[in-house]
Nanobody
Framework: QVQLVESGGGLVQPGGSLRLSCAAS????????MAWYRQAPGKERELVAS???????NYADSVKGRCSIFRDNVKNTVYLQMVSLKPEDTAVYYC????????WGKGTLVTVSS
C-alpha cells in the first residue's frame, strides 16, 4: 500500500524559506516520478515541481529560481526547498507519486504572511 506523508509546512514571513518533506512507503521514489502540487483557496490544484526516476526536474514558471525538488533515496523521501517565499505561495502543498496510478498525500499547509 502506497502512502505519502508530507511535513514541514507552517507560517513564514515573506522572503522566508521552508523545506517540505514527503516520506513515501510502499514504493520506491528512485524509479518513479514524484511531484509537488499546491492548491490555494478558491483555486485549482497546480503543479509546482516534479522529478523523474532519471532525475529530470521540472518547475512551474511561478516558482522557477525559488524552488528546488530533490530526493533522498535512502530515506525514500522527496523534498521541496522553497526560498524567497511570497504571499501568493500560500497554499496546501501535496506530494504526488505516479506509480501505476496517481497517489496523493494529505497535504501540508504553507502560509506566507507578515
Amino acid at each position: 500500500q502506497v502512502q505519502l506523508v508530507e511535513s514541514g509546512g507552517g507560517l513564514v514571513q515573506p522572503g522566508g524559506s521552508l523545506r517540505l518533506s514527503c516520506a513515501a512507503s510502499g514504493m520506491s521514489i528512485s524509479i518513479n516520478r514524484m511531484a509537488w502540487y499546491r492548491q490555494a483557496p478558491g483555486k485549482e490544484r497546480e503543479l509546482v515541481a516534479s522529478i523523474t526516476g532519471g532525475g529530470r526536474t521540472n518547475y512551474a514558471d511561478s516558482v522557477k529560481g525559488r524552488c528546488s525538488i530533490f530526493r533522498d533515496n535512502v530515506k525514500n523521501t522527496v523534498y521541496l526547498q522553497m526560498v524567497s517565499l511570497k504571499p501568493e505561495d500560500t497554499a496546501v502543498y501535496y506530494c504526488n507519486a505516479n506509480y501505476g496510478m496517481m497517489y496523493w498525500g494529505k497535504g501540508t499547509l504553507v502560509t506566507v504572511s507578515s
